[in-house]
Nanobody, 121 residues
Framework: QVQLEESGGGLVQAGGSLRLSCIAS????????MGWYRQFPGKERELVAD???????KYADSVKGRFTISRDNPKNTLHLQMNSLKPEDTAVYYC???????????????WGQGTQVTVYS
């Protein structure tokens, strides 16, 4: 099992910034992917950005140039720096931890509890 602890959500005015953090603990393997997803009311959860150890990050088109994902691998910590926030970024943001065999929904697919990000105009 892997436990994920998220922090950093909140309320911010459009154009502002927030930084989300996620700390993973438990049975962590040397290779894994950590990422951020978000969910709008009534919608499926969608990828915001993710990053496999040793690889370049992947971003959703809607956040490219505004959001930056980073990892501190020795501390098993993931960050998401969100700049130039827009009201349409308002959602619940979830940290995800996926390790081999990298099967979505499988026994090595873990989710945080979610943190609300609200951007007002």
């Amino acid at each position: 099992q892997v436990q994920l602890e998220e922090s950093g959500g909140g309320l911010v005015q459009a154009g502002g910034s927030l930084r989300l953090s996620c700390i993973a603990s438990g049975n962590i393997r040397s290779m894994n992917t950590m990422g951020w997803y978000r969910q709008f009311p009534g919608k499926e959860r969608e990828l915001v950005a993710d990053m496999m150890i040793g690889s370049t990050p992947k971003y959703a088109d809607s956040v490219k140039g505004r959001f930056t994902i980073s990892r501190d691998n020795p501390k098993n910590t993931l960050h998401l720096q969100m700049n130039s926030l827009k009201p349409e970024d308002t959602a619940v943001y979830y940290c995800n931890f996926l390790q081999p065999p990298y099967m979505r929904g499988g026994p090595n697919d873990f989710w945080g509890q979610g943190t609300q990000v609200t951007v007002y105009s």
